[in-house]
């Protein structure tokens, strides 16, 4: 028998391989473990995995404006502002403008949740609502009132439908349109167009 082989062989020690594979299988099971449970911190958790959610946005009161919206009320000096300006416009219609403050509006089709100073104006002749506003002009059709003084109310809501509000007020404002009959309007323009033009003697 040549030397090479009477050498001995190397002899596994008992359990060597269960051992690993023992080892190998609880490896595998506390990373199911952790996956199932969350796996790492989520970037909005705290320290230990407690959830910490996003900052509140102003107060939800239970109380809400004439339309039925819950009122979200802020500090003053947190809270946004509007100003309405109603002129007569051309072709029968009438321009109204917002003067808005620490106020941007939102996209027609914004999903989110409230963000601060962010959102848009709805528009009400007495309490019907006439329009939703995404920017400050709008055009309202002379047909939408009649005659009469009437009162236009614009106020200010958040993305989610509430209304940004101070001291338990919502955050709006109020212009009064006095009107006449459209006739009358269109034959007082037309006499203002047809008045002679004065010369101031030099």
């Known amino acids: 028998m040549s030397p090479a082989s009477s050498a001995p062989r190397p ?16 490896v595998c099971a506390a990373l199911l473990v952790t996956a199932a449970c969350g796996g790492s911190p989520d970037p909005g958790q705290g320290p230990g995995g407690t959830s910490t959610p996003s900052p509140a946005v102003g107060t939800l009161l239970d109380t809400t404006d004439p339309s039925g919206n819950r ?20 072709a029968d219609t ?12 939102s996209p027609r089709d914004t999903r989110t949740g409230p963000v601060p100073g962010r959102g848009y104006a709805v528009l009400f002749l007495a309490d019907r609502r006439l329009a939703e506003l995404r920017e400050p002009g709008y ?3 002379d047909a939408a009132l009649e005659r009469g003084t009437h009162e236009l109310t614009v106020r200010l809501h958040a993305d989610d439908g509430t209304v940004w509000a101070v001291d338990g007020e919502a955050v709006e404002d ?3 349109v006095t009107t006449a009959p459209r006739k009358d309007r269109a034959a007082g323009e037309r006499a203002r167009s047809a008045a ?7």
Not at 12 to 23: L, N, S, T
Not at 79 to 85: H, Q
Not at 196 to 202: C, K
């Open 11 to 26: 002899v596994p020690r008992p359990g060597g391989r269960p051992a690993r594979a023992a080892r190998t299988l609880l």
């Open 174 to 176: 109020i212009a009064r």
């Open 71 to 90: 009122l979200r009320e802020v500090p003053e000096e947190e809270a946004p502002g509007v100003r309405i300006a109603v002129r007569p416009g051309s």
């Open 94 to 105: 009438w321009d109204v403008r917002l003067t808005v403050t620490g106020f941007r509006f």
């Open 196 to 202: 002679p033009t004065t010369a101031t003697p030099s």
């Open 139 to 141: 055009r309202l059709p």
